[in-house]
């Protein structure tokens, strides 16, 4: 099953996000807008050992390209616009830019090129015209065959473990290491964690209650695992993977898995965060007799989590996106909370 619809959200659609070099600079990377680091003339080489190889990055990078989610959001909150950004497809402008990334390239006055978004693989031909000399890819889906022939073009990171599974923590740290900002990348992460801690601690209310997030889209009613990202960002809010969440795991993706209409009955959990595109879609789902056979839904404790920006800004977190759609995310589960028993 592709990762994309029911990743990121809804459709039918799939794949990621592009942006092309303003300028190689001259090695030094001291600007911000030129695609690479600023670690210069003091870079060491930087090894990272990931899922589908290990990867030396022996020079300071000048022309980076990111691939997946959440890479592009990392290295400009570290102050380095890429190269080339791969083009996401949900939640988008026309130029398949997300909000927070046109604000924040519209803010550095950056007027970068979008690289197409692609199906089944990225679009190695447009990516090699970049000349980048550095390919990020923490957070995808490319398979080994794709890694080795994007390595063939430039060093390639991809994730430490597996699939569109890296925590948004971890994702961060990674492109810090990989761009030779690893304080700087400390620092984002440490104000993040600030953030966050704040909207828990605001909203004592959902320390320790179960959840399950849901999306019922397609004919096909989607639970996300704890490895998910999403999943692991409630869970920093206080919430509690649900037990049955992993009891009725039908396999598949490590992110997520099908349940059978006729097994909803057994999602026992206390709260239930449901993703949905539309106040339409959310009615449409709260009408279906296995919606209401639900505990958690027939007690009116579902967060509805509506909206494909708030989606995809939670779906998972990233370095821009986390403080874009934080209070509204936590102010509605915290609502659908009251009604937990």
């Not at 979008?114 to 089944?120: G, L, N, S, Y």
């Not at 304080?183 to 953030?195: G, H, K």
């Not at 998910?228 to 039908?250: K, N, T």
């Amino acid at each position: 099953m592709s990762r994309r619809p029911i990743y990121l959200v809804a459709a039918a659609t799939l794949t990621t996000l592009a942006l092309a070099a303003c300028s190689g600079g001259d090695g030094s990377g001291d600007d911000p807008t030129d695609g690479g680091s600023s670690a210069g003339g003091d870079w060491e080489t930087v090894t990272i050992e990931h899922a589908l190889g290990t990867t030396e990055i022996a020079e300071a990078p000048e022309n980076v390209v990111t691939l997946g989610w959440g890479s592009t959001e990392a290295a400009l909150a570290l102050g380095v616009v890429p190269a080339g950004i791969e083009a996401q497809t949900y939640a988008v402008n026309d130029e398949g830019l997300l909000p927070w990334v046109a604000e924040t390239l519209d803010e550095q006055g950056a007027a970068p090129t979008i690289i197409p978004a692609t199906v089944e693989e990225p679009a190695y031909e447009d990516i090699d015209d970049l000349n980048p000399d550095l390919i990020l890819a923490p957070y995808s889906g490319i398979t080994q065959e794709q890694y080795d022939l994007l390595s063939e073009i430039a060093p390639t990171v991809a994730y430490p473990d597996a699939p569109w599974t890296t925590p948004w923590r971890e994702l961060i740290t990674i492109v810090g290491q990989s761009l030779g900002l690893d304080e700087e990348a400390a620092t984002v992460i440490s104000d993040l964690d600030a953030e966050v801690a704040a909207v828990a601690q605001a909203h004592p209310e959902l320390e320790g209650i179960t959840v399950a997030a849901v999306w019922d889209i397609g004919g096909t009613f989607y639970v996300y695992k704890p490895a998910d990202s999403r999943v692991d960002f409630l869970l920093d809010l206080g919430l509690v993977s649900a037990p049955s969440v992993e009891a009725l795991d039908s396999g598949g993706d490590t992110f997520v898995y099908s349940l059978s209409y006729e097994q909803t009955d057994q999602l026992d959990a206390q709260l239930i965060v449901n993703y949905a595109s539309t106040e339409a879609e959310v009615e449409t789902f709260l009408a279906q007799s296995y919606a209401q056979a639900i505990p958690a839904v027939q007690a009116g404790a579902i967060a509805n989590i509506t909206g494909d920006a708030l989606i995809a800004a939670m779906s998972p977190p990233t370095a821009l996106s986390l403080t874009w759609g934080l209070e509204d995310y936590a102010t509605t589960i915290s609502e659908a909370a009251a009604n937990v028993q």
